[in-house]
């Protein structure tokens, strides 16, 4: 069973930048591909970005060239570089993943999350 804990959430000013981090564990990163995705309340949960096990990587329009997803096998993690964050930005973060070497951008194709961490931009 795959378990997801992301951290480095918190409250930045527009421009600012952050690292979120999801530490996987029960299974070997380097095996799954991960998504992150976010969800701002009123509105439904959205894919950001992706990896697949070659580390092959899909970006969101909206943040592409902005965040970047990256994987460190040693530590089981995965990480996602935010940079000139934006408030429409603010939301929960969350990373997944999926046991099949190909990524994916629909929600439903990830078979396990993490609990989620709150990200807050201000203007």
């Known amino acids: 069973q795959v378990q997801l804990v992301e951290s480095g959430g918190g409250l930045v000013q527009a421009g600012g930048s952050l690292r979120l981090s999801c530490a996987v564990s029960g299974r070997t990163v380097g095996d799954l591909s991960m998504g992150w995705f976010r969800q701002a309340p009123g509105k439904q949960r959205d894919y950001l970005t992706a990896i697949n096990s070659a580390g092959s990587t899909i970006y969101r329009d909206s943040v592409k060239g902005r965040f970047t997803i990256s994987r460190d096998n040693a530590k089981n993690t995965v990480y996602l570089q935010m940079n000139n964050l934006k408030p429409e930005d603010t939301a929960v973060y969350y990373c997944?993943?999926?046991?099949?070497?190909?990524?994916?951008?629909?929600?439903?194709?990830?078979?396990?999350w993490g609990q989620g961490t709150q990200v807050t931009v201000s203007s």
């Open positions: 997944a993943a999926r046991s099949l070497p190909f990524y994916s951008i629909r929600s439903q194709d990830y078979n396990s």
